[in-house]
């Protein structure tokens, strides 16, 4: 009789990523988004095609699979996963399944956008209730022109017994608009989760308060629609729902609804097409019409340039700002990267973000769990170099 | 029924780990000691494995981390 082992105890061992830390392939370099940190770190394509070319082998048949030519960085490029807890050794790979990333929403629309200027006439009962119906849970009002408190409070007024879970303010500076004001606002909607208030004297940025509400005072001028539309690392959003979502589905404008200021239903107010005045058409009539979900499904992988993108599965897409604009699968206009260079354009986003998101101690992409995997945030020697430009990038592997 | 009721009334302290199937046994992440002590408890483990790779499924975040329009700057 013979007696049974556990299974692997006699495999080498091999690396397996978390399922939550998932690589994304870009043109020049590739990122490693962790899906719960809600995070990414760049990674040079070698490492890449070392993680979905061969995965669950043994480090020594890797490295035979590379002729040993490149044995030590290969050894640098396992040790830099281990650091920074993107995976583990173990003996038995196949425990640990890949997350599926089926995108999945009980909800006929996830989000709204209600534009709002000193012209509107809208009536926010009915426009609310109608979401209401259709299991919107997350709004923004955009509040294009100089807006009373009054206001504000009477589009939360309408929304306090309503399904929203959350609510974003923008809107026009107005020296009503102090941060006690809008902070006794807070108090008294919860689902409030929001507020941007532009056109403002100086800017002035309050980080989230407890319950994660916050507040940010902005000197640019937001007066229409056409200021939307901008694509940066500030609009970059690292969780699963929205990586699972963007495998087949378009980030922006999947399961939106939009109404403009005049009242015209639209997937997004800067796009032209409209479905009907919300004064004379329901938002569901509106919904059912077969156009209406005709972008939901463009997906970065369809978008031109995009598809070459390392972040096309973090970043939220723009469909009505194109740089052909007779080209439905065109690359969003406002977006300056260059994935085949891996430069942006503008100035860097990227440093400023970082630096201003350590001076509030509020980083979007290190909103981690306290719960969750601690990582040696000070640790950005070797490889890992944020720009991912480092020289193992110039030694990439060659099969 | 005897037995049934004794599988039932087991104490919380219950070896649950060395009844389960061996495949269930090879599972160390699965919470088996949270599982009642009942006959369907192999059972029920066996469904929480067959189900791991879809439970991220339909995920739904309490709050909505998208954003919604994208009229800010980066560097205002």
New interface residues.
Partial sequence: MTEETPAGENRAPVFSLFACCIPVRGARRSVICDLQRQSFQFIPNGLYEILTEHPGKPIAEIQAAYDHEYDAEIEEYFDFLLRHEFGFWCRDPERFPPLDLTWEAPERITNAILDVDDRSRHDYGKILAELDDLGCKALEVRCFHRCPLSELKSILEAARHGRLRSIELLAGYGPELTPEALGNLFKEHRRLSGVVIHSAPEKQRFPPDRAGVSLEYRTEVIDSPACCGKIHPGYFVVDVATFAEAQKHNTCLNRKLSVDARGEIRNCPSLPRSFGNVREVSLHSALAQRDFTALWSINKDQIAICKDCEFRYVCTDCRAYLRDAADLYSKPSKCTYDPYTAEWRSPPAFSEKEKHDEEDGASQQRAVPASHRHRDEADHGGPDHPDGHHHLRDRQPEP | MDDEMGDLIDPPEADLFARLT?EGQ??VPVPYRFLHASPLAEKTLSRLVES???R?????????????????????
């Avoid at chain 2, 499924?57 to 700057?73: A, L």
């Fill in positions: 061996p090879r599972l791991r790779p879809y991220t499924t339909g995920y739904v975040c309490w709050t909505f981390r998208k954003p919604i329009s994208k009229c800010c700057g980066p560097d205002d």
